[in-house]
């Protein structure tokens, strides 16, 4: 790879937005917010939406979209991690009231992108998780298998085969793909820069560079005071170890992107992408891409946890980190071969232990939060933002009576990730068994008997995490 600097394309062009005159801390108000990554802003919008009488003040240390919702690979998925496991669960009315609401979260965000005039680079075109050679064609069988389980028809997931996901995308191995078109691509600064000038423009006070130290009693504690607060919302998500509050209840997890210079139309007709819709391959690896809307290919990949779930921001663009993801982009595409990479940049996502995200209102410490969206986040932020206003106003609404709600739950509810050394040990032995069995999956050289087996115990490995 050549020698770059880091540097998160999203934000090269697109400086954070200064205010001339940053708003007062007020001592007292209805909502204070900690974080101005999406949960936080889509939190205090729909709250200013449905009740503009409630002084709402958002804090955050750094600047708005500091955090994963400024550094993401911009899929905005119309669904939630790990939800087939409860929408399998549901009486046939209810999956259905509950699909709709998935489903709905891409048409949400278009709505509120026309209605505030925000420009993100939105793109509609679905996904596609293509298939790279048997192993992957297999597990797509196995995933379809539970995606119709859980309700989701014909319309919503599909099998393409190799020569009709050529035509939208030509990925090396590929054999076929899942497609759904529940999922857009965006440029995910331009969305956050659009909903803080929304928030603002609805009366809330974001103050940037403003950590929060703590909080507890109806207060959040900051460097020079206190503020006092009828609600109070941690929106930290993969930063939640910054508030001893959270203890072990939200892991970090890193992610990691690199992105070439743009290509030229020749280039594109040797890929695809048509539409941008955005794409992965089903190893277990967890890779996901997008072409952005100026015509670059953005590849990133999952991996790295530190020892006591600290938060990762800083990364060293000439590690091995990149260089491998660099590597596996051109595998996936030997057309990029002889493509410059132009950034690389990586962030940290929350894991919750029960690995499928929640929205909660602890009524009597004045507590409502979301998270653990475990790196699908873009669009479960819309969601939860919308359940987080009804539940903190009281209302009665299809949001507040869906699985997701931890109704009057409290953050010591949470289930608590295993505690040092095991959960990094675990943490890294499950990623080195899904290493050994992607590897495997693609060597036809290695007996049939052994990558079965391999795949056996990485799949057991996935069970555990369940
Ligand atoms: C590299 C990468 C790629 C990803 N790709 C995708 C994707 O393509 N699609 C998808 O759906 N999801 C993706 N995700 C996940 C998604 O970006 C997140 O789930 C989502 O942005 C979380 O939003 P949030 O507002 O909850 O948290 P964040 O955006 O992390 O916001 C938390 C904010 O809190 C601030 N903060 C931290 N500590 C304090 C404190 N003590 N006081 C005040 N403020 C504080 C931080 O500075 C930050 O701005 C990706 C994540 C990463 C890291």
Redesign the pocket.
């Known amino acids: 790879m050549n020698t770059l600097p880091e540097s998160c394309l999203w934000r090269d062009a697109l400086p954070p937005a200064t205010q001339d005159v940053p708003p007062a801390i007020a001592d007292d108000c209805d909502v204070a917010i900690?974080?101005?990554?999406?949960?936080?802003?889509w939190t205090a919008y729909y709250l200013k939406r449905l009740a503009p009488q409630l002084s709402v003040q958002v804090?955050?240390?750094?600047?708005?979209?500091?955090?994963?919702?400024?550094?993401?690979?911009?899929?905005?998925?119309g669904g939630l991690a790990g939800q087939e496991g409860w929408l399998s669960g549901l009486v046939p009315d209810v999956r259905e009231e509950t699909r709709a609401l998935l489903y709905g979260i891409v048409d949400e965000v278009k709505a509120v992108c026309a209605r505030e005039g925000i420009d993100c680079d939105l793109a509609h075109g679905g996904v596609l998780y293509a298939a790279r050679g048997d192993a992957q064609a297999r597990r797509a069988a196995l995933w379809l298998g539970e995606l119709r389980a859980a309700g989701h028809g014909e319309a919503d997931f599909c099998w393409l085969d190799r020569d009709a996901l050529a035509a939208r995308l030509q990925m090396a191995g590929a054999v076929g793909a899942v497609f759904s078109p529940h999922c857009a691509t965006l440029h995910?600064f331009k969305l956050v820069q659009g909903l803080l000038a929304a928030v603002r423009g609805l009366g809330v006070a974001v103050h940037e560079h403003?950590?929060?130290?703590g909080l507890g009693g109806g207060r959040l504690r900051l460097p020079d005071g206190a503020v006092r607060a009828h609600w109070i919302v941690p929106?930290?998500?993969?930063?939640s170890g910054?508030?001893p509050e959270f203890g072990g209840r939200l892991q970090a997890a890193?992610?990691?992107?690199v992105v070439t210079e743009p290509l030229s139309p020749a280039q594109w007709d040797e890929i695809g992408l048509a539409g941008r819709p955005?794409f992965a391959d089903l190893s277990r690896g967890i890779t996901?891409g997008q072409r952005t809307a100026d015509n670059r290919l953005l590849f990133?990949a999952r991996g790295g946890y530190r020892f006591g779930g600290r938060?990762r921001w800083d990364f060293d663009p000439q590690g091995a980190d990149f260089t491998g993801r660099a590597e596996l982009m051109r595998t996936f595409f030997p057309q990029l071969s002889g493509v410059r990479i132009t950034h690389a940049?990586?962030?940290?996502?929350?894991l919750p232990r029960a690995f499928t995200p929640f929205a909660l209102r602890d009524s009597v410490r004045g507590v409502a939060c979301?998270?653990g969206?475990g790196?699908?986040?873009?669009?479960?932020?819309n969601l939860m933002g919308r359940t987080l206003a009804d539940l903190m106003l009281g209302r009665d609404t299809v949001l507040t009576r869906q699985p997701w709600v931890r109704g009057d739950g409290t953050l010591a509810s949470l289930r608590r990730w295993e505690p040092e050394p095991l959960r990094y040990l675990g943490y890294h032995f499950i990623r080195a068994s899904f290493a050994l069995d992607d590897a495997l999956s693609q060597s036809p050289r290695v007996p049939g008997c052994l990558r079965r087996a391999v795949s056996a115990a990485a799949d057991a490995m996935e069970g555990l995490m369940h």
């Open positions: 900690v974080g101005a990554g999406y949960t936080g802003l804090f955050e240390s750094a600047h708005a979209g500091f955090g994963a919702s400024g550094r993401n690979g911009g899929w905005l998925i995910p403003c950590p929060v130290l929106a930290l998500e993969g930063a910054t508030l890193q992610s990691l992107i955005a996901y990133g938060v940049w990586g962030g940290s996502l929350g979301a998270g969206y790196g699908e986040g873009v669009g479960a932020s």
